[in-house]
């Protein structure tokens, strides 16, 4: 196995880089293909051989592997290997459809924390650290893939999981966490709670979070960090291609994320699965060559994003991911993502980011309510002053998003809080209409 350093910068030229991925890819097909698996099937229907991957042309002309693969093929329908070299198995969260099962050879787990061990050093995690862990253990991917790179690390690790807000609050401070693993949501609600308990995380030894699994605009960004005293970076991943691990923060660039180039082939293509150019937005494809259990060839993530550079087998770097292509609401024929209402919220100093998006359909027309909570601290506010804010929100949503939606203003703390991903969407409409954008 090659390291990172031997792939850096110009010395990549395209031609070592074609012939990295070409020979990868063939191998993983050939894996594929000996592995006797419905996948086999699927790639043989679309006369896919190994033998005639021969160039980058020919990788990008492979069919899509797509969720309803994972659903045709449940449980193990993809595996390329028999259960018998398998060491672990992991789910998917489920967000929008039926949980993906995948699974993991020895090979694959040291790969995986590899790169999450990549992913945390990046930023500078070092033995001395206490690492509270709140991403959910069990089949999700969060928890323990996490602890593989945290312990490959040498860093101390707790491994609190999701949810008892309380205890985890008592073992940040009992312990001195120095570093927390959570979902962004989860970030905000430990702060919360802590305010209540009269304990100021910002004055606690914690400096450094690694957060993820679910959009978080940059200005809710900003709010952990000031609120935690800490630097909070963003990583990213997805249980089908191995969890959390498969990009991380720039270190130079908060508003993009590495994907590691010497583990992943990145693609961009639009709704019609046509590559689009560098720069333009899409939906991510990521193809897992180095996989042993389930490796995905062209895997559509419905991540939206776009290539912003590419630096050889080291990455692609791509946008942030703030949204994915099955959030997309569309109300009175306006394609609206969640994730947009989220960040208008967050330039309101009175408002909590803390929302939920009820649509329903009155008669012929579709009916949007935004249910907000005042900020913490703001529940004596002026019945005036609210109304003024409620009003001048309507407007600002109007202008961003084209579409009317009424607002409903709650006191802080009303609205459910998550411990894991956050719901912020309860569409009550039969046959609700969720499509692809771009
Ligand atoms: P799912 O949510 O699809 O059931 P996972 O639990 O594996 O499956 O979550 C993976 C998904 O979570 C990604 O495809 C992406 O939509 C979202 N996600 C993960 N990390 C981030 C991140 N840092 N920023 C935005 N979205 C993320």
């Given at each position: 196995m090659?390291?990172?350093s031997?792939f850096?910068g110009e010395?990549?030229s395209n031609?070592i ?7 990868c ?14 996948y086999?099937?699927?790639l ?5 051989s ?6 980058l ?15 045709d093929n449940?449980?193990y329908g993809?595996f390329?290997?028999p259960?018998?070299?398998?060491i ?9 459809s ?5 699974g993991?050879?020895?090979n694959?787990?040291?790969n ?18 206490i690492?509270?862990?709140s ?19 040498g860093a ?6 999701t949810g008892?807000?309380a ?14 693993l959570?979902t ?12 209540k308990l009269?304990f ?6 914690l400096?450094?979070?690694f957060m993820?699994?679910?959009p978080?605009p940059?200005?809710?960004k900003?709010q ?9 970076v963003n990583?990213y ?11 991380i ?8 994320l ?7 082939y ?6 019609k699965?046509?590559?689009v150019p560098?720069?333009?937005y899409g ?5 897992s060559?180095?996989?042993?259990a389930?490796?995905l060839i ?14 050889g087998l ?6 942030r991911i ?11 024929g306006v ?6 209402v ?5 330039n309101?100093?009175?408002?909590s ?13 579709d ?11 703001k529940h004596n ?28 203003m ?13 719901q912020?969407v309860?569409?009550k409409?039969?046959n609700a ?6």
């Amino acid at each position: 196995m090659f390291e990172i350093s031997d792939f850096n910068g110009e010395k990549n030229s395209n031609h070592i880089l074609e012939e990295y991925y070409v020979n990868c890819i063939s191998n993983a097909l050939k894996r594929i293909h000996f592995g006797g698996s419905a996948y086999q099937s699927k790639l043989l229907d679309f006369d896919v051989s190994y033998q005639n991957v021969t160039s980058l042309n020919d990788i990008e002309s492979l069919p899509f592997t797509t969720k309803a693969d994972f659903q045709d093929n449940y449980p193990y329908g993809l595996f390329a290997v028999p259960t018998s070299e398998v060491i672990r198995i992991h789910s998917s969260s489920g967000t929008k459809s039926k949980p993906k099962i995948v699974g993991y050879t020895k090979n694959d787990i040291r790969n995986w924390g590899a790169l999450v061990l990549r992913c945390l050093m990046m930023h500078g995690l070092s033995k001395e650290d206490i690492v509270l862990n709140s991403f959910g253990y069990g089949v999700f991917t969060g928890g323990l893939g996490l602890q593989l790179g945290v312990e490959a690390s040498g860093a101390t690790l707790i491994p609190a999981s999701t949810g008892k807000t309380a205890k985890q609050i008592d073992l940040l401070r009992d312990l001195g966490a120095t570093v927390l693993l959570s979902t962004p949501s989860f970030a905000m609600h430990l702060s919360d709670e802590s305010e209540k308990l009269n304990f100021d995380i910002a004055k606690s030894p914690l400096r450094l979070g690694f957060m993820g699994a679910e959009p978080w605009p940059d200005n809710m960004k900003s709010q952990i960090e000031k609120r935690l005293g800490i630097k909070a970076v963003n990583i990213y991943g997805l249980s089908e291609i191995m969890g959390p691990g498969v990009g991380i923060e720039d270190p130079d660039d908060s508003n993009s994320l590495i994907l590691w180039g010497d583990h992943f082939y990145v693609e961009i293509v639009n709704e019609k699965g046509e590559l689009v150019p560098d720069g333009c937005y899409g939906e991510l494809v990521i193809t897992s060559f180095l996989k042993e259990a389930i490796p995905l060839i062209r895997y559509r993530t419905g991540d939206i994003t776009r290539i912003i550079k590419r630096n050889g087998l080291y990455g692609v770097w791509v946008e942030r991911i703030a949204s994915r292509s099955d959030d997309m609401l569309i109300v009175k024929g306006v394609n609206i993502f969640p994730s947009q209402v989220g960040a208008v919220l967050c330039n309101y100093s009175d408002l909590s980011p803390y929302y939920l998006l009820e649509i329903e359909r009155r008669g012929f027309s579709d009916n949007v309510i935004l249910n907000v909570e005042l900020a913490r601290g703001k529940h004596n506010l002026e019945r005036s002053h609210v109304y003024n804010v409620s009003e001048n929100l309507k407007k600002y949503l109007k202008d961003e998003l084209g579409i009317y939606i009424d607002v409903k203003m709650y006191n802080p703390g009303v609205l459910e809080r998550f411990t894991s991903k956050r719901q912020t969407v309860n569409d009550k409409r039969e046959n609700a209409g969720s499509g692809y954008i771009v």
